[in-house]
Nanobody
Framework: QVQLVESGGGLVQPGGSLRLSCAAS????????VDWYRQVPGKERELVAS???????NYADSVKGRITISRDNAKNVVYLQMNSLKPEDTAVYYC?????????????????WGQGTQVTVSS
């Protein structure tokens, strides 16, 4: 019933920009903290950025200054604006969100993952 849908990935040249979106849908009470991760095959998943329920961001050192995480709580969407992209940014990007959903006993929190979107930075 609850789903995270990602979009915005693709092929971009070095120095280019992409905006990734992570949209939550379903019987949602509240989308709480949201994280963006990226993963290259054979390597551990890396936390790229996070944002709290009130919009306070944190960034990995590897992308600091080049990306901006933001959210639209009314639409249950979190964005990852990526600028000055480098080949090292090539990865599958995933969003993860802790979402409060309706249950018979009241709202409860669960962790959800998006399916991932491929970002390729290449000339």
């Amino acid at each position: 019933q609850v789903q995270l849908v990602e979009s915005g990935g693709g092929l971009v040249q070095p120095g280019g920009s992409l905006r990734l979106s992570c949209a939550a849908s379903g019987s949602i009470v509240k989308v709480n903290a949201v994280d963006w991760y990226r993963q290259v095959p054979g390597k551990e998943r890396e936390l790229v950025a996070s944002i709290t329920s009130i919009g306070s961001p944190n960034y990995a050192d590897s992308v600091k200054g080049r990306i901006t995480i933001s959210r639209d709580n009314a639409k249950n969407v979190v964005y990852l604006q990526m600028n000055s992209l480098k080949p090292e940014d090539t990865a599958v990007y995933y969003c993860n969100a802790v979402i409060s959903i309706v249950t018979r006993t009241g709202p409860r929190d669960y962790s959800y993952w998006g399916q991932g979107t491929q970002v390729t930075v290449s000339s």
